[in-house]
């Protein structure tokens, strides 16, 4: 689990580096290749959890709208 923001950047440093190399990407028996999808599974729920895009609800979208006349 990514506890910071901190965290969260250097997760992102390392996923780079991993996907620079094709090998990690196309062969899933790498011990790379498990490493990669293990930390983009918990980048992915760190952004969904502190970064998500709510739905507006029907009378915010009205108000945006109205603003974008």
């Given amino acids: 689990m990514i506890k ?28 790379n290749y498990i490493e990669l999808n293990l930390l983009s599974d918990m980048v992915a729920d760190f952004k969904e959890k502190y970064f998500s895009i709510q739905t507006p609800t029907l009378s915010e979208a009205i108000r945006l709208r109205m603003q974008e006349w």
């Fill in 4 to 31: 910071s923001e901190k965290e969260y950047n250097a997760l992102i440093v390392r996923i780079e580096e991993l996907l620079s190399n094709p090998v990690n990407i196309e062969n899933t028996d790498s011990k």
